[in-house]
């Protein structure tokens, strides 16, 4: 469905809450492991304030680097849970979003957004405790032209994310999980904590006996 220069498409689901749930007791580190190493965003998109963590499901946005109509009109297109994963093509000249964006994702119920490109305001993005991980900060606001499409596949940090697909970021990152691979995902996973809480009984022990 066209929006002015903006392509919309809402022809797509959105995992289930329970799911997402689940996503949210684990690290990205665990989850990368889970996943054999795949489907991470590289490591140059971070987080704007430390403890920044979000998982929800993709919301995807291009826009022209330096230009943030599209991310505008994505407004109108998010659920509570969503992320918004914004290819701004990694431009470091124009941020695309500032704290009032990052206030408006939290009001419509987003659980965050993520971007390959720059953000500005990130101390009032802290204290708003949004969370945001994006390429990195400028003060230089953006262009308002378009054009851009919202719900379509995109592709951040090397990871094509298509709409619907989990999203989860932390500190160490961002990773991307497509819904067909949930299930397969939290299994492994859940093994990996355990070997880790294992390790960890087995570390303490040495401490112990070291006493």
């Known amino acids: 469905m066209p929006q002015d220069n903006v392509r919309v498409n809402t022809a797509w689901e959105r995992v289930d809450e329970q799911v997402l749930k689940q996503f949210r007791d684990h690290s990205v580190a665990n989850l990368g492991d889970a996943l054999d190493r795949l489907n991470i965003v590289d490591g140059g998109i971070a987080p704007v304030w430390s403890g920044a963590r979000a998982v929800g499901t993709a919301l995807p946005v291009l826009t022209v680097a330096g ?14 849970g969503d992320i918004l994963v914004i290819n701004a093509f990694g431009y470091d000249g124009r ?28 101390a009032i993005i802290e204290e708003l405790r949004v969370p945001v991980f994006a390429r990195g900060l400028t003060p230089a606001g953006p262009f308002k032209n378009g054009p851009g499409t919202i719900g379509e596949a995109v592709a951040i940090g ?3 994310v298509n709409p619907g697909d989990i999203v989860a970021a932390d500190g160490d990152g961002v990773i991307v999980v497509p819904p067909h691979r949930a299930e397969e995902a939290l299994e492994a996973v859940a093994e990996i904590v355990a070997r880790e809480a294992a390790l960890d009984a087995e570390v303490e022990a040495l401490r112990s006996a070291a006493r």
């Open 67 to 80: 230009d943030n109509k599209a991310v505008i009109a994505a407004l109108d297109h998010i659920r509570p």
């Open 95 to 122: 941020a695309v979003i500032g704290d009032n964006l990052a206030q408006r994702f939290a009001v419509h119920g987003a659980a965050g957004a993520v971007v390959d490109g720059f953000v500005r305001d990130a």
């Open 158 to 160: 090397g990871v094509v």
